[in-house]
């Protein structure tokens, strides 16, 4: 069993930054794929990024368009999102997700899942 828990959420006004973490019990963490997911209400969980085990690889959606970075450290068994120049649509509820890969990660195939953390951006 995996517990994955996110914190950094909050309320940025538009073109701010925050920093997204995703800290990961049970199981060893260097093991697992790991990545962002986000959501609003009355839509599916869209794809937002993804890192392989060892943090060499990394998918990102193409809304990201080079303002958000996934990041790793698995000495702390934890997993980062730095968003920038955020925008009133980044808002959703975030989450954390682990899988066996990354390419497939991002498809939403995965074995755990956060409770969400809220990223309200406001114009």
């Known amino acids: 069993q995996v517990q994955l828990v996110e914190s950094g959420g909050g309320l940025v006004q538009a073109g701010g930054s925050l920093r997204l973490s995703c800290t990961a019990s049970g199981g060893t963490f260097s093991t697992y794929a790991m990545g962002w997911f986000r959501q609003v209400p009355g839509k599916e969980r869209e794809f937002v990024a993804a890192?392989?085990?060892?943090?060499?690889?990394?998918y990102y959606a193409g809304f990201v368009k080079g303002r958000f970075t996934i990041s790793r450290d698995n000495a702390k068994n934890t997993v980062y999102l730095q968003m920038t120049s955020l925008k009133p649509e980044d808002t959703a509820v975030y989450y954390c997700?682990?899988?066996?890969?990354?390419?497939?990660?991002?498809?939403?195939?995965?074995?755990?899942w956060g409770q969400g953390t809220q990223v309200t951006v406001s114009s």
């Open positions: 890192i392989a085990r060892s943090g060499r690889n990394t």
């Open positions: 997700a682990a899988g066996a890969d990354a390419a497939v990660l991002r498809y939403g195939r995965a074995g755990y």
